[in-house]
């Protein structure tokens, strides 16, 4: 890795300043193109429907383009040793005409691939790689441009550079930062994997596993357009917090539109207002409930018919005998169709066993008769009678209040005392009043499933995966019926009383078994001394992951033994922390925040909650932190953490893998370690 001389650095910098100007200039013009092609777009001569849709498109693209972040527009460089050739690459394409070379290349480009893959054992046609450092914070002036690294690979020059360390390693706060500028190879060959193939990301903590799957998904939008488009991408996360924390990162790719949300958001058709004890909660999710509500939805399905049908058509009465009837659903229901589906199946086949007699009988017959037998009261009053209408609530509802249903429904599927957890303890007087809590609409959307098929998506990216219940896996796998799907998560973060113990486990419930299990062991952001800290706990952790290593030998572990007085000890860790740059968060067990807060308060220091990602300080209850980062981290007192719930040693393991420079171990009371 070297760096010009003085002189021919600074001209250097003169020119890569200039270029950047003229890239300026041109992605200014490609605005100003975008919003003129919109007016010209309104005047052009095609059908109605031709001239919205090419005004829909029109008017996406320009509003893509005037909401692009501002930033610098590059940040690498490639000279090609065969041709000469020079190419910038940044987050989007930038030229001059359409037709003209790029003045810089989008990083999803193929062409791009060897900035991210090069090295001095396989140049790949690389000559030189250039990195550009920007001053921290910089909205895109060329004058904020003010360092430039170069590798010479083919002379065997190939190391992490300073400029990479200094943007992995820049302080951060706000949120979550796009990681197109420092994608290291293995990132990349996750990043650009195939659409068709499902892929699961095992991944340390500070590997970058979240970065690679939103990356992920702007690689698959750039490559796959009109099919991703089609239909539609979701980045689902564990929470609110979490997804604001990411929310910049798409747009600043130059990807908007993409739906995220929490699955509770995903699948909510009700808002919740009731809560589940442990217990309660625990059946619910557990896979064996989709069994239950299949047989409690199929149940309603009778073949059992006394007499045949009769069927008026003028004077004349078509006749189906019942012998045919009890054939036909039992036929529609070895088929298994969606409930919905079944149901329309069976109309379907009687009309059809009418029509053949009708043509038997007169040659073939118009669709307008066939529509009105379709219509006629005798079928539609006998498929209401032996394949009836519902609806999901009508379901679950009837298994959470009455024993009987619900018995016949889990006999042996559930035990006993399983029927009785799901019981509500005071039933409501119809659905409609009914009080649902959140793993009652997990239950809902499956009851939904098995009548009507959800809508699917292109591609879903899956974030903390390894906390999902089988039954939430199922509810986002079949939103990804006809799609693939990137899963992010960390077995050893597993903190809900389902977590996932292995990946073939929870990919089977995703529908994906075969999808392959990629493990990322190396950190970029967590320093080593952090890193040690919790492979330390890892040993002790009910998980088969491999212990993780970290690239950084900065940063900074410390241990405070506090005595009594651990609300004292947390006010001067915080001082001591507000010395150095970037964000501080103070993580405590859920029901120590307020002693905390108290302390902070009382000491003059200000804090925020984890919703605010601008602070300078924020106090986070211990379940509300993952995925999230802080420069500094002070965790408080970790044996509470650790004692607050059944998987606490996870949660801790979670706790201590936030801080990206230094962490703080606050304790009285001996360390879980």
């Not at 610098?72 to 040793?81: K, Q, T, Y």
């Not at 309660?280 to 006394?306: F, I, N, P, T």
Request: charged share 25%; glycine share 8%; aromatic share 4%.
């Amino acid at each position: 890795m070297t760096s010009p001389d003085p002189g021919r650095l600074e001209h250097a910098l003169h020119l890569e300043r200039t270029h950047h100007d003229a890239c300026r200039a041109a992605l200014a013009a490609m605005v100003d193109g975008a919003q003129e092609q919109v007016v010209t777009g309104e005047d052009v001569s095609a059908s109605g429907a031709d001239a919205e849709v090419l005004g829909y498109r029109l008017r996406s693209r320009a509003k893509e383009m005037r909401e692009l972040p501002e930033g610098p527009l590059f940040f690498g460089r490639l000279d090609s040793s065969a041709d000469h050739q020079t190419l910038h690459i940044g987050r989007l394409r930038i030229s001059e005409h359409p037709a003209a070379p790029p003045l810089v290349v989008d990083w999803r480009a193929p062409v791009s691939r060897a900035f991210y893959q090069a090295g001095a054992r396989d140049p790949q046609g690389v000559a030189v790689r250039r990195r550009f450092g920007w001053a921290p914070g910089s909205r895109g002036d060329s004058a904020d441009l003010t360092g430039l690294e170069d590798e010479h690979l083919e002379a065997g020059e190939d190391r992490v550079g300073d400029i990479v360390l200094r943007e992995i390693e820049r302080p951060r706060v706000g949120p979550m930062r796009d990681i197109a500028a420092t994608i290291q190879p293995e990132q990349d060959d996750l990043v650009r994997g195939d659409l068709r193939a499902s892929v699961c990301v095992q991944g340390a903590p500070g590997t970058g596993k979240t970065a690679v799957g939103l990356h992920r998904a702007a690689y698959l939008l750039y490559t796959h357009p009109q099919r991703i488009r089609r239909g539609g991408m979701l980045i689902l996360g564990p929470n609110r917090t979490f997804l604001a924390y990411i929310s910049q990162v798409l747009p600043a790719l130059g990807e908007t539109g993409v739906r995220q949300a929490t699955l509770q958001e995903e699948i909510a058709r009700h808002p919740v207002r009731g809560e589940d004890d442990g217990r309660a909660a625990a059946v619910k999710h557990d896979g064996r409930m989709a069994e239950v509500l299949r047989r409690a939805l199929y149940a309603r399905v009778s073949a059992e018919v006394v007499e045949g049908l009769a069927i008026p058509d003028g004077s004349y009465r078509w006749r189906v005998p019942a012998g045919e009837l009890v054939r036909i659903v039992a036929g529609v229901r070895a088929e298994e169709p969606p409930y919905g589906v079944g149901r329309e199946r069976v109309r379907a086949r009687v009309v059809a066993y009418v029509r053949a007699q009708a043509e038997r009988r007169e040659g073939p017959v118009p669709n307008s008769w066939v529509r009105r037998i379709e219509r006629a009261r005798a079928i539609s009053g006998y498929v209401d009678a032996v394949w009836p209408r519902v609806r999901p609530e009508e379901v679950v509802a009837e298994l959470l209040t009455d024993p009987g249903a619900l018995e016949r429904a889990a006999d042996g599927v559930l035990d006993a005392e399983e029927q009785k957890a799901l019981l509500w303890d005071k039933p409501p007087r119809s659905w409609k009043s009914a009080r649902w809590s959140a793993a009652d609409l997990v239950l809902l959307d499956e009851a939904d499933g098995l009548i009507e098929h959800p809508e699917a998506y292109g591609h879903v990216v899956v974030d903390e995966a390894q906390d999902l219940s089988p039954m939430e896996c199922r509810a986002i796998a079949r939103r990804a019926s006809f799609g693939s799907l990137t899963v992010l998560g960390d077995l050893a973060q597993g903190t809900t009383p389902w977590a996932a113990r292995t990946w073939s486990d929870q990919l089977a419930h995703l529908g994906r078994p075969d999808a392959a299990v990629v493990p990322l062991t190396t950190g970029f952001r967590v320093p080593e001394a952090v890193v040690g800290l919790a492979n330390r706990l890892l040993e002790r952790l009910d998980v088969d992951v491999p212990a993780s290593r970290s690239l950084r030998r900065d940063g900074e572990l410390r241990i405070r033994e506090a005595g009594d007085d651990v609300p004292g000890a947390v006010v001067a860790a915080v001082r001591d922390a507000l010395l150095r740059e970037g964000s501080i968060g103070v993580v405590a067990a859920d029901a120590d925040v307020p002693r905390v807060r108290a302390a902070l308060h009382a000491a003059g220091l200000d804090t925020a909650g984890p919703d605010d990602l601008g602070a300078r300080v924020t106090l986070v209850p211990a379940t509300a932190v993952k995925g999230l980062e802080y420069d500094h981290v002070v965790a408080v007192e970790p044996a509470a953490i650790a004692e607050a719930e059944e998987r606490g040693l996870h949660r801790l393991y979670v706790v201590l893998t936030r801080a990206v420079s230094g962490l703080e171990v606050v304790h009285g009371r001996p360390l879980p370690l």
